[in-house]
Structures are given as C-alpha cells and as structure tokens.
C-alpha cells in the first residue's frame, strides 16, 4: 500500500538496451530520490531532485540518466548497462527539500532489474 | 571508519524474547535518525524516528545518545513477524541526505 508507485517490478535487459524506470508520487514531496541496492546491502543513493532540480549525483556512470518531468514524476534511463548493474532500484520521496531535518522517506516497492 | 554503523547479526531470538540492537555514527553533526525496517525482497518502511529525550511505540523504544554518538532500538515481547533487517539511517545536512547503516537482520524463531 506504498504511496509511491515504480513500475515496472521486474526488468531484464541486455546490455545494448535502453529501458526505462518510473516512479511517481502523488503526496506532495518535493524531493525525489533513486536509490541502488544490491542483496544483503543498504541502499546506495544515486540521484536526489529537489523542487524539480538534480541537487545531488552521487558519481553515478552516465549510463544512468535521470530526469523529473515534473513534481510527481521521476525516471530514470537505463543505456549501455553492465551485469553488475543488476541491483533493486529504489525510488522515494520526502515532504521538503532534501536534507531538511526530520526527512522521511518513502520508498517504492522497487524495480528488480538483471542486465544479461 | 564507516558513516554508519551496525552488527550485522543475525540475531537470532525466540519469541517473546527482548531484543536491543545499537548503531554507531560518525558525523557529530547529523541531527536527525530514523530506524526503517526492510523485509526480504521489499521496500525499507519508516519504523520509527528517533528523539533526543528517547520515544516508544508499542514494543519498540529507541534511544538517542548524541555524546557517545550511538542509537538503539529495543524490541520487547519479539513476535514472529518481527524477523526482518532493521536500519538505521542518519542525516547529514552537510551532505544533504540520508546515510543508511548496513542492517542489521533479526530472525524471531518459534
């Protein structure tokens, strides 16, 4: 019964692919969020959007391109990726500007996605 | 020295059982901490935030000691549906976002 919806649930992608992830959120957040997680480790930030701005990129490859159309929506662009990319991706979103004190997130269920 | 640190377990606890896990955190500065709870193959939900003067919910009360630099979470009366990774997550305003711990994994066993 999350708030934030990611779709698709499962991906599996070659590596010449491009695919996309989306997710959107309909509480109001200003700051969006991916997230990388592989099994058996916390999840790793990868982008934050805050008021529709990319405010943080944690050296992610370029093969990894986000982009937040608007307030509600966040995907992300998959190109060119490797095997070790497989990972669950997670998106969340938080009610201010990143970083406020007292930020919550709330995740999405996650895409599952194996790059073959 | 990590940001954020935890056991990783497993603990493994019978039902009914107390259990208390800790984290430690490097960044005197963080002003904010969360314990989220993660099941396998889900999404980390929002278990509890943490506060100064401590805080309870139901069976879960966490602790926050800022001179020591550490956060606990204390599970009592354990039910099976408690068995999952617990972690906690810190915030850095200097960095501008939350820092997970690595888990830690609790099996509740009948």
């Known amino acids: 019964d999350t708030e934030v919806t990611q779709t698709p649930k499962h991906l599996v992608m070659g590596m010449t692919n491009k695919k996309s992830l989306k997710c959107e959120q309909h509480m109001g957040h200003r700051a969006m969020y991916w997230y990388k997680q592989k099994a058996k480790k916390p999840p790793e930030l990868m982008f934050v959007y805050s008021y529709e701005k990319l405010s943080i990129n944690e050296s992610v490859p370029s093969r990894f391109s986000p982009e937040c159309p608007n307030s509600s929506l966040l995907n992300l662009h998959l190109h060119a990726l490797q095997p070790e990319d497989s990972a669950l991706y997670l998106c969340?979103?938080?009610?201010?500007?990143?970083?406020?004190?007292?930020?919550?997130?709330?995740f999405g269920s996650g895409t599952q996605l194996s790059v073959l | 020295r990590k940001e954020v640190e935890q056991d990783p377990g497993p603990f493994n606890v019978p039902e009914g059982a107390t259990v208390a896990f800790n984290c430690t955190y490097s960044n005197s500065a963080s002003q904010s901490f969360f314990w989220y709870r993660q099941d396998c193959r889900k999404e980390p939900k929002l278990l509890m935030s943490?506060?100064?003067s401590g805080n309870e919910d139901g069976r879960f009360t966490a602790q926050l000691n800022r001179a020591s630099q550490y956060i606990s979470l204390l599970i009592r009366d354990s039910k099976l549906s408690d068995s999952a990774t617990y972690l906690c997550?810190?915030?850095?305003?200097?960095?501008?976002?939350?820092?997970f711990g690595s888990g830690t994994r609790l099996q509740v066993q009948p």
């Open positions: 943490v506060y100064s």
């Open positions: 969340a979103s938080s009610q201010g500007p990143s970083g406020g004190v007292g930020e919550k997130l709330f």
């Open positions: 997550v810190v915030s850095d305003t200097g960095r501008r976002a939350l820092t």
